[in-house]
């Protein structure tokens, strides 16, 4: 079953195209991430998804419902996702216990707030006032606000921005439970390594329309990309694109009678991948 069904969407301000003709299908117990630069019309697209801004033209279904829906239907649509969006929410005088106690109450099959505390790891500041909380912290407190509603969907916008590494970690092992407890996760990330530990499929937006949609493995031709095999040589850095990485290493092992100097074998990132498919694209449209 499809969570998101998009059909040529369109979008315009002031006659300018900020989503043109986007078609989207994401499936259940998916974790699908938009990826894109500045201005591509990430945020747009899931504001429309989020039933945040109307949209011009185009067929959009969301849990099998219009996001533009109004009135108890509005209610029922809200119910059933969780949002948590790029800036911090400002509730400072609370503490963290009682703000997801309170937001809790909005929902009509909510989770329990100390689970979440603990699963967001600020089971330590649960007594703290929101306004004490370091920015990290503060961004697992939006997260943990997201999800105490127990969503169907989760829409996640730049979710570790001001997260330290061990943290970054312990968030993706988050939203994997998630995603395994059968939640549906569309995310949103300029970091390229998210979207590679977490997503199962990335679209790649630019300028209002999906470049591709893939596996992170298998985007822009990934998957049967070449290696690029370098060594030093006589102080110089050698390098040699090949199939058959295994090959060259094994005749350099033998040209060098051992240990092959400064030896790296590496295939392009998904950030190699990414920036050459926006790079050509603006070279295809100057
Ligand atoms: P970022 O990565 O910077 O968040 P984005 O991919 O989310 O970018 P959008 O915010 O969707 O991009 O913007 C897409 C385009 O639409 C941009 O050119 C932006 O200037 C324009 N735009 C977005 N919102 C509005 C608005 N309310 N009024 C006018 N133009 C807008």
Partial sequence: ????????????????????????????????????????????????????????????????????????????????????LQSTSDAGDLKVSE?????????????????????????????????ELSGGQRRRLDVALGIIGNPELLFLDEPTTGFDPEARRSFWGLIRSLRDAGTTILLTTHYLDEAEALADRVAVINKGKILEISTPSSLGGRATSQARVTWEKDGEMCEEFTNEPTSVVSRLARQFEGEIPKLVVSRPTL??????MIGQRIEVEA
């Avoid at 703000?99 to 007594?127: C, M, Q």
């Fill in 271 to 276: 950030e190699d991948i990414y920036l050459e």
């Fill in 99 to 131: 703000t997801l106690e309170y937001f809790s109450h909005y929902y009509s099959g909510a989770k329990d707030p100390n689970e979440v505390i603990e699963a967001v790891g600020l089971g330590e500041k649960r007594d703290q006032l929101i306004r």
């Fill in 1 to 84: 079953m499809s969570v998101i069904e998009v059909r040529n969407l369109r979008k315009s301000y002031a006659g300018n195209f900020a989503v043109d003709g986007i078609d989207l299908t994401i499936g259940e117990g998916e974790i699908f991430s938009l990826l894109g630069p500045n201005g591509a019309g990430k945020t747009t697209t899931v504001e429309i998804l989020e039933g945040f801004r109307t949209r011009d033209s185009g067929e959009v279904r969301v849990l099998g419902i219009d996001p533009q829906v109004k009135g108890d239907g509005a209610r029922t649509f809200r119910d059933r996702i969780g949002i948590v």
